[in-house]
C-alpha cells in the first residue's frame, strides 16, 4: 500500500525528481535533449503542416517518422545512469500512434478526454521505497498538457483507498507539457509500493486535450472521468466512462536496492490478447509471480508487447517495427538486465493479408523471407549487448499457417534454437504445440482462434521459461 514516511474487444487476428529535474526528450532512450531544440521544434511544426491530400495510412505512419528523424539527429549522451541511483522499472507499457484517420472503425476512436481526468490501474511487479512516474508524449501528433496527476492506492473499478493519494509533480510543478516526442519523469515520491498491489494513476488533461497515441490492448478497465479535475477524488462517481487502452503513463518506477528488471517484448502473444479481462494473465504476469513464489525477489518483469507488432515494419495501427522501437520500449528502462524477444509472425503473415480501402492496419504488406528475420534479430542482440543486457530468443508459437508461411516458421524456430546468437532460447513452440499436429496449438491451450493461448496456454509459456538460467545469467 501507498505510506508516507468489462469486456475487451477482441480480434481474430494476430496483432499479434528533483525540483531542478530539466523537461528531457529522449529517441529510444538513447539520451536527452533540451525541449527547445530547433529539430525537436521543426518536428512538430512538420507534423502539423502534413497535407491532408496524404493517404490516411501514409499519413498516419509519416507523423511518427518525422518525429523520430528529428530526435535521431539531436540524440545526445545519455543521462546519469538511473540504476546507480537505485531505480528500477517496476511497471511499463509501450506505447503507439493512434491511427490519424477522419473516421476511424470502432476498435480506433478514442474517448473525449478534454478537460477530463484520466484514471488508469497499475500493477508494480516489484516492491520499492520512492516512486515516480513516466509521463510520455513519444507517439503523439500534438502536445500533451496534464494540469494534475496523482498517484493512489486503488480500490477496485475506479475507486481508490481515503488518505492514499499522493500528488506527483514535475520540476516541483503540478502541470506538464510535452511536446510531440517528449517524455519526463515526475519528481520522486517519497512512498512506498508493493508488488502485485493494484495502483490507480490519475492524470487531468488540458481543456482541448486528445488521445493521439495509446497502449490499444491494455486488457485492464480504465476509465475517464466526467469534466473537471476529479484525480484526486477517492470516490469512483465521478467515472462513468470505462475503456481497455491506457495512455500518457510509459512507466513507474521504485527505488529498489539491488533489484532488477526483465523485459518481455513481442507482439500480441505477449501482450496477453485474448488472456481474461483485469485477471494479469498474460504470461509475462504469470512469469512474473513465478520469480516471487520461487525465491528469485528482486526481479520485476516488464510487458513491452504490442499487438500486431512487426519485427521490421510498422503499422498505421500496430505500433513502431520493434527493432526501431527497441531500445527506447526494451533497454532503456532503468536496471533492465535481461530481454526476452518473442516476434516474427505477423512479418510472416501480413504480407498475405488482402489491402483494405480507407484505414488499412496491414500496410505496408512487405514479404520477407527467414534470413531477413534472423538478420533482425541479430541486430537486436547485437543492441542488446553494446547496453550489457542478455537477451534470450523465444520460438515463434503454431498459428495453423499456410505450407509455405508455416515452412518459414519452422527455419525461423530451427534458426534460434541453434545458431547460438542468442544468450539463450525460451522454447514457447515446444510448450504449446500439438505433438500429433506441431503447426497447430493443444486444443487446450488455444483461446478458440487457433493463434492466441487462452489462460491456460499462457501460463504454459511462463512455465517454459527457464526461470534460474536467466535470472542467474542476468545478474552476472
Known amino acids: 500500500m501507498i505510506k508516507t514516511d468489462e469486456s475487451q474487444t477482441r480480434e481474430n487476428l494476430y496483432t499479434g525528481k528533483r525540483p531542478e529535474q530539466r523537461l528531457r526528450t529522449r529517441l529510444y532512450g538513447r539520451g536527452a535533449v533540451e525541449a527547445q531544440s530547433p529539430l525537436v521544434l521543426s518536428a512538430s511544426i512538420c507534423v502539423s503542416m502534413l497535407s491532408s491530400s496524404i493517404s490516411p495510412v501514409l499519413r498516419a505512419m509519416t507523423a511518427a517518422a518525422v518525429i523520430a528523424v528529428a530526435f535521431a539527429a539531436n540524440a545526445a549522451q545519455p543521462a546519469t545512469s538511473a540504476a546507480e541511483q537505485g531505480w528500477v522499472s517496476a511497471w511499463a507499457t509501450a506505447l503507439q500512434a493512434i491511427p490519424d484517420v477522419p473516421d476511424p472503425p470502432p476498435l480506433y476512436r478514442t474517448p473525449d478526454v478534454a478537460g477530463r481526468t484520466v484514471r488508469q490501474i497499475v500493477y508494480p511487479t516489484v516492491s520499492g521505497r520512492g516512486v515516480r512516474i513516466r509521463v510520455s508524449n513519444a507517439y503523439g501528433r500534438a502536445p500533451l498538457t496534464l494540469t494534475d496527476v496523482v498517484l493512489a492506492r486503488s480500490a477496485g473499478g475506479a475507486a481508490t483507498q481515503p488518505g492514499t493519494s499522493m500528488q506527483v509533480t514535475f520540476g516541483g510543478k503540478s502541470a506538464i507539457t510535452l511536446q510531440p516526442g517528449e517524455e519526463i519523469d515526475s519528481d520522486a515520491i517519497p512512498a512506498s509500493v508493493t508488488a502485485g498491489e493494484p495502483y490507480a494513476i490519475s492524470l487531468a488533461a488540458g481543456s482541448r486535450q486528445t488521445l493521439t497515441a495509446w497502449h490499444r490492448v491494455a486488457n485492464q478497465v480504465n476509465y475517464v472521468s466526467t469534466p473537471g479535475d476529479h484525480a484526486a477524488d477517492a470516490d469512483a462517481g465521478a467515472y462513468p466512462r ?208 487457433h493463434i492466441h493461448p487462452n489462460d491456460e496456454g499462457y501460463a504454459a509459456m511462463a512455465a517454459a521459461v527457464p526461470l534460474a538460467t536467466i535470472a542467474d545469467a542476468a545478474r552476472r
Not at 247 to 268: E, M, P, Y
Not at 283 to 310: H, K, M, T, Y
Not at 356 to 370: E, K, M, N, S, Y
Open 242 to 449: 470505462k475503456f481497455t487502452e491506457s495512455a500518457w503513463v510509459s512507466g513507474l518506477d521504485v527505488r529498489a536496492r539491488d533489484a532488477s528488471a526483465i523485459v518481455a517484448i513481442g507482439d500480441s502473444i505477449t501482450d496477453g490478447l485474448r488472456s481474461s479481462l483485469n485477471r494479469n494473465h498474460r504470461w509475462p504476469d504469470v512469469f512474473a509471480r513465478r520469480l516471487d513464489e520461487g525465491g528469485a525477489a528482486g526481479w520485476s518483469v516488464l510487458n513491452l508487447g504490442i499487438s500486431g507488432n512487426r519485427l521490421l515494419s510498422a503499422s498505421p495501427c500496430y505500433g513502431e517495427a520493434l527493432e526501431r522501437r527497441f531500445e527506447r520500449d526494451a533497454l532503456r528502462h532503468p536496471a533492465v538486465r535481461a530481454v526476452i524477444v518473442m516476434i516474427g509472425i505477423n512479418d510472416i503473415n501480413f504480407a498475405a493479408m488482402p489491402p483494405r480501402a480507407g484505414l488499412d492496419c496491414d500496410f505496408p504488406h512487405t514479404a520477407v523471407t527467414a534470413r531477413e528475420l534472423t538478420d533482425g534479430y541479430r541486430r537486436l542482440i547485437e543492441l542488446a549487448h553494446r547496453s550489457g543486457i542478455r537477451i534470450y530468443g523465444a520460438t515463434l508459437t503454431p498459428a495453423t499457417l499456410p505450407p509455405a508461411r508455416e515452412a518459414m516458421r519452422a527455419s525461423v524456430n530451427e534458426w534460434i534454437r541453434t545458431s547460438g546468437a542468442f544468450d539463450g532460447v525460451v522454447d514457447f513452440d515446444a510448450a504449446l504445440r500439438d505433438p500429433s499436429h506441431p503447426a497447430q496449438l493443444q486444443r487446450r491451450f488455444d483461446s478458440g482462434d
